[in-house]
DNA sequence: CTAATCCCTATAAAACAGATAGAGATAATG
DNA sequence: CATTATCTCTATCTGTTTTATAGGGATTAG
C-alpha cells in the first residue's frame, strides 16, 4: 500500500497541474477540495518544491504551480519522493541498492530472481505513466475499455 | 520493500520444500542455514502452520514439512499473509476491499485507474510464479538469461 | 526420564505514519 | 505602513507496525 502522504502529493500535483492557463493554487484550497488536512498538506507541497516539482509564490494571492512539465512527472518519480524505493527488495534498488546482510548470493537467490519480475512490470508502469498522462485520460476517458477490477 | 518476516518465510518455504525426499526441517536448522532470528522464525513457521501451507511433526526428531505441494504455493500467496493485501491502494485490492473516504467517484479516480495498471502488472507475476517455479529455476539456471538489472 | 523439538503468549525497543502546532518570512493591498 | 493571506520551517505528539526477545508449556523419540 502507498502512503497518504504520497496519494495526497499526488492529488496536489493532479490538480496544480490541470489549473487552468497555469493559475496558482493555494494549499488551502487544495485541502478544502481533496479534504486533506491542511498542515499536513503544507509539509507534502513543501517537499514537492524542493524536490524540483513545483513552484511557489508567497504572500496574499500566492500559491503553487508547476515547475517542471506535467509530462515530465511520472508516478515513479512521485511515489520515490514520499515513499522511497519502489524496489521490493533493497537489493533491486538501483537508487537505494543495499545488500541483503545475509545473502550469500545475488545472482543465485531465488527470492532476488522472483522479485525483480514483479518490480521490473510494475516499474514499467509507474515511471512511464505522468501526470499529464493521467489527466488526458481523465478528460478523454478511453471508449468501453475493459475495466478489469484487480483483486 | 517487503518485510523481513516475509522474505524469511519465503526462505524457509524455499529450504523446506527443496528438503529432499520431503523430510523434516527443523526451525533450528533453518534459522542457522539462513541467518534467521530462530525464535523470530518461529512465529513465523507457525503462521504458515496456521495458513495451511506447512505441516509440523514435534518432539525429538520432528520439524517442518509442506502440506500443500510447492507448485499450488505463490510468492502472492505468502506475501499476502505476512505483509496483508498487495494491492497499492485499498480500493484496489479484492480480498480486503476498502473504499478511500474521501474519493468522490472510483471510476473517475485518476490515481486508482493508474495504479490498477500497475497493480495489474504485479500482481500477474506474483500469483502465478510459485515456490516450486523458483527452485526448478534456481537447480536449472535459464542459459544466457539477459540479466535486466532493474532499479 | 531426558532432551529436542514445536507451540503459545507476553513484552519491548525502534521506526514509521499521520498528523498537529506555532511562529517566522514574504508579498499584495488599501 | 498596517493588515492579511499566503508560504516556510521546525518541533512535537500519538498510535501502529516492525522486528524482534523471552519464557515457559506441550509433545515425542529414545
Known amino acids: ?5 504520497a496519494k495526497y502529493a499526488l492529488r496536489a500535483l493532479l490538480a496544480v497541474a490541470a489549473q487552468p492557463g497555469g ?6 484550497e487544495i485541502a478544502r477540495r481533496h479534504k486533506i488536512p491542511h498542515k499536513f ?10 524536490s524540483g516539482i513545483l513552484e511557489s509564490r508567497r504572500g496574499k494571492s500566492g500559491g503553487y ?9 511520472s508516478f515513479g518519480e512521485v511515489l520515490r519522493i514520499f515513499d522511497g524505493p519502489l524496489a521490493p527488495l533493497p537489493c ?24 525483480a519480475r514483479s ?23 478511453p471508449i468501453a475499455a475493459p475495466e478489469r477490477r484487480a483483486g
Open 119 to 141: 518490480y521490473e512490470a510494475s516499474r514499467q508502469v509507474l515511471d512511464s505513466r505522468t501526470i499529464a498522462d493521467a489527466l488526458r485520460e481523465s478528460q478523454n476517458p
Open 23 to 28: 493559475e496558482a493554487l493555494t494549499s488551502t
Open 41 to 50: 498538506l503544507e509539509q507534502i507541497l513543501l517537499d514537492l518544491k524542493k
Open 65 to 73: 504551480v508547476m515547475l517542471r512539465p506535467a509530462d515530465t512527472i
Open 92 to 115: 533491486l534498488s538501483r537508487n537505494a541498492y543495499r545488500r541483503c546482510e545475509d545473502c550469500e548470493s545475488e545472482a543465485r537467490c531465488e527470492i532476488r530472481r522472483e522479485f
Open 1 to 5: 500500500m502507498i502512503s497518504n502522504k
